[in-house]
């Protein structure tokens, strides 16, 4: 009987930690628990694996704070990305969804967020100090601001074209083939490639 409890207390355990992942409700969890009591063994540890690996190898890249395992991310090691041209995006998943249109060549930074005032959320808080040393001391003749075309978005593009005003390169912002009100983590490829290419002048 003791086992039984213990076993049951470990299954209910997971279905609650699953629970508090984004999107997943209780009987998706209970879904996901027993899928993982039926997989073999090594499948289930392999999960396990990759989630500790994500917490304790994966930090940020010392140039554009993209997720990396190595000091430099891929595309900041990568010679062949045009180091002229510089896109500025909230998080490493809108990197990831530009990245997958494959219709922009240059390098990224990420903000890591967007000023929200009303979520306690300032410019200090995202990483908008190294975005302006990186734009002073480098080679950039664009910088595309590439945040999501909502309040929040849109206000954190004009703050960052304030603060590069005074440096010389091209600001310019995405097209308005992006939904306003939309993330760039749901648009499919030909929206945002169509968003690259029609980039405007702020």
């Known amino acids: ?3 039984q409890e213990k076993h049951a207390g470990a299954v209910s355990n997971l279905v609650d930690q699953l629970c508090r992942l984004p999107g997943v409700g209780r009987k998706s969890a209970e879904r996901l628990a027993f899928h993982l009591l039926r997989v073999p063994e090594s499948e289930a540890y392999a999960l396990a694996d990759a989630i500790r ?8 890249c010392k140039a554009c ?3 990396c395992e190595d000091e430099l991310c891929s595309i900041c090691q990568d010679p062949q990305r045009d180091q002229t041209r510089l896109c500025v995006v909230e998080q ?12 922009f060549s240059g390098v990224y930074h990420v903000l890591l967020g967007r000023i929200a005032p009303l979520d306690g959320i300032g410019p200090d808080q995202l990483t908008i100090e190294p975005l302006v040393d990186r734009v002073r001391t480098g080679n950039f003749v664009e ?4 945040t999501n075309p909502t ?3 849109d206000g954190t593009a004009l ?6 005003a005074e440096y010389p390169v091209q600001l310019t912002r995405l097209a308005r083939g992006i939904t306003a009100g939309s993330v760039l983590e749901y648009a499919n490829r030909e929206m945002i490639a169509d968003a690259l290419t029609g980039r405007q002048a702020l």
């Open 53 to 60: 690996r994500i917490r304790s190898d994966v930090h940020y």
């Open 143 to 146: 910088v595309i601001m590439a």
């Open 1 to 3: 009987m003791k086992d």
């Open 92 to 103: 490493p998943r809108d990197l990831m969804s530009l990245e997958q249109s494959q219709a």
């Open 159 to 164: 703050y960052l074209s304030n603060q590069l």
């Open 151 to 153: 309040v929040e978005g």
């Open 65 to 67: 704070f993209n997720l």
